[in-house]
């Protein structure tokens, strides 16, 4: 049996070895936008790195904390930006994908509780392939440079 701390060297180990088992991405960044209490919708955003061999193609997600979870992106269409739900999101192999403000994100729709700051909210990525992978994205504000 391992100590605990044995066990999150070996964890944190296994994030630089190429494993089978390995989750198919590194996630980066992750967090959850704070928004007002009473809001239905929240966004998260994050890095997603892949450093696999092949592409991974992200699907779809899923949040307790949301009854719905969407891939959106936003696209300018003739000078107006548009927020519009995506198939899919792919991470090239070695390459990254960012959900960012103004990008790729995840919209959280029909939040089942009020986001908390600095509370995690647990998301599952899924991907093309069948596999899943979960995270914890914190609740953060988001500065807007718009006052």
């Keep these: 049996m391992m100590s605990p701390r044995s066990l999150l ?58 009854e719905v979870a969407e891939l959106h992106d936003h696209q ?3 000078g107006v930006m548009q927020m519009r739900q995506v198939p899919q999101i792919v991470v090239p192999a070695g390459g990254s ?19 908390q700051e600095g509370e995690p909210v647990e998301i599952e990525l899924r991907f093309e392939t069948g596999e899943a992978q979960r995270i914890e994205a914190p609740v953060k504000r988001i500065m807007n440079h718009d006052h």
């Design 97 to 115: 994908a960012a959900l960012a403000p103004g990008g790729l994100h995840m919209m959280l729709i029909g939040l089942t509780a009020p986001l």
């Design 9 to 66: 060297t070996a964890v944190s180990l296994s994030l630089i070895s190429f494993v089978a088992v390995a989750d198919p991405l590194v996630v980066e960044n992750a967090h959850v936008r704070a928004v007002p209490p009473g809001s239905s919708t929240s966004a998260a955003f994050m890095t997603l790195r892949n450093p696999g061999e092949r592409e991974v193609v992200l699907v779809a997600a899923e949040s307790p904390a949301a």
């Design 76 to 78: 300018n269409v003739d």
